[in-house]
């Protein structure tokens, strides 16, 4: 398989990095909108064909594979398959944003702690949802932070503009953080984010370099804390699908691709060129 187009020469000297040293790479992939297709149902999200393959088949050479998810640690795994997925036994899964790890060579989980925020965000979003004239908006509770989803209603990026307001009001009051992404807004707790969970995965794993994949605007902090890494030296390729439309994602990206299929197809081509150095 060719080399997929890499659109800058920072991605090109990530990419050659990676190749002639995988055993200091990270591979770092969020999950939604990159390992599996949108859809409406959050319950229903699975990986493409072929990409947990191809995850296992980089994780043969580079020192740490990751899933890194907005998810809960647990869900991802479930909704993932990967507990026993061939080749993917050194797995790390960041959830919640890097709240909870996961790793599949223990099976167990360690989260920081959830803010009591979360309790009582829960208790006042029924109440204000009716109020914002969008009582039907889905909630996924994920214990450690709730998520309102506007894809299945009629107006859907109408119910979103309404929301936002009200939500970002509750978020300060009960001290959480509003991450907007896909015609989705969650209240999560503060302090922590994709970019915060990346920098600790580089520092505990010691890698030099690492292609991070990522879709939405939950991504950008980890792709702003891997260009903050390359100017320290930090070999990196960033790599965004179209799936969520994050224009500034995407014009930030060293390689766009449009959707999960396109991720395997670049990861494939990754493991290929390493294999044949
Ligand atoms: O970090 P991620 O793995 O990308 O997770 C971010 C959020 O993704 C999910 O919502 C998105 O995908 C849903 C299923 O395809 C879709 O229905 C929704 O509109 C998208 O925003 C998930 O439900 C959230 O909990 C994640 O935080």
């Known amino acids: 398989m060719s080399t997929p187009v890499i659109q800058t020469d920072l991605g090109h000297a990530g990419w050659q990095a990676i190749v002639a040293d995988p055993a200091s790479a990270v591979i770092a992939t969020d999950f939604d909108g990159v390992l599996s297709p949108l859809v409406e149902d959050p319950a229903r999200a699975r990986p493409v064909d072929g990409a947990l393959d191809a995850l296992a088949r980089l994780a043969r050479s580079v020192r740490q594979v990751a899933i890194v998810t907005g998810r809960p640690a647990l869900v991802a795994t479930e909704l993932t398959g990967v507990t026993g997925h061939p080749g993917l ?3 790390v899964v960041l959830g919640h944003y890097g709240l909870e790890q ?3 060579s223990t099976g167990k989980i360690t989260s920081d702690p959830v803010p009591a925020g979360v309790a009582v965000a829960r208790e006042r979003l029924p109440e204000l949802l009716s109020i914002a004239g969008v009582p039907d908006a889905f909630v996924e509770d ?4 709730l998520a309102v989803h506007t894809r299945r209603l009629s107006d859907p990026a109408g119910a979103f503009d309404r929301l936002r307001t009200p939500l970002t009001e509750l978020a300060d009051e009960t001290q959480l953080r509003l991450e907007p992404g896909n015609l989705v807004l969650e209240l999560r707790p503060p ?3 994709k970019g915060v969970a990346l920098r600790r995965l580089l520092e505990s794993t ?3 370099s690492i292609l991070y994949a990522g879709d939405d605007l939950g991504d950008l902090a980890a792709f702003r804390a891997v260009e903050e890494g390359r100017r320290t030296g930090l070999n990196a390729v960033l790599l965004a ?3 969520s439309g ?3 994602l995407i ?3 060293d390689i766009v691709v449009d959707d999960p299929s396109g991720v395997v197809t670049v990861l494939t081509a990754l493991s290929d060129a390493i294999a044949a150095r």
């Open 102 to 104: 996961w790793e599949a």
């Open 89 to 91: 036994g050194g797995l």
């Open 251 to 253: 014009e930030a990206a």
């Open 142 to 145: 994920k214990e450690s932070s």
């Open 191 to 193: 302090g922590i984010d």
């Open 246 to 248: 994050a224009t500034e």
């Open 206 to 208: 010691g890698a030099q």
């Open 241 to 243: 699908t179209r799936s």
